[in-house]
């Protein structure tokens, strides 16, 4: 019996979460890979489906934060209606990963040897392009201040984690704070944060008037998030 359920939180993403979904039901470990579709207007659901994923929709758009509540509320469901020695771990995962979430398998190590509570993903190709943009420094420097300890890359949003240190992490953060602050708050409980080189890769955010307002909602609910727990 599998010990790791798979959440991946996705909004207008037909193009790649087949692939995502995939690629992340042959992990090992993993059992059960839910998508929960956050109010897309695109093929999303049905493409997930297709793949072999659990979906779950949101009839309209409520936030990364949101969809990973509900996808683990579901893997909660069905953790109780079974019987099991322990709950799953819980593998978050973008949904823009496509067949590199195959990569994902170092993050459940730490997790499932019981040598930390919650791993965090650090992408290899971006250590090496050394990007490092401004809503990333925010968080960095947030956490830093908040915890005294200063991840590689604070907003990667691909995070094994038990279902003690997820339960611990909420009430999560509203949209893209829900990384920031969940790094917080486990650091300050006193739970184990490690970080994990993973060979993985998603969509290259660009520089159209799209990709700046992204930017800037990430921007609000990351200054948001470290605002509350000054």
Known sequence: MGQ?????????????????????AALPDVDVVVVVDDGSRDGTARVATEAGASVLRHAKNRGKAAAM?????????????????GP???????????????????????????????????????IKGGGHGFVTGLSAAGIRRATGWTPTQPLNGQRCLTRAAFDAARPLARGFGVETAMTIDLKRKGLRVTEVEVDLAHRVTGTDLQSQLHRARQFADVAWALAARR
Do not use: C, K, M, W
């Open 88 to 126: 799953r771990h819980l593998l978050f995962l973008d949904a823009d990963l496509g067949a590199t979430a195959a990569g994902a398998g170092p993050l459940i190590t730490p997790v499932a040897d019981g040598t930390a509570d919650l791993a965090i993903a650090v992408f290899a190709s971006l």
């Open 4 to 24: 790791v359920a798979v959440i991946i939180p996705a909004y207008n993403e037909a193009e790649r979460v087949g692939a995502t979904a995939v690629a992340a």
């Open 69 to 85: 509540e509900t996808g683990a509320e579901a893997v909660r469901l069905l953790d109780q209606r079974e019987p099991r020695d």
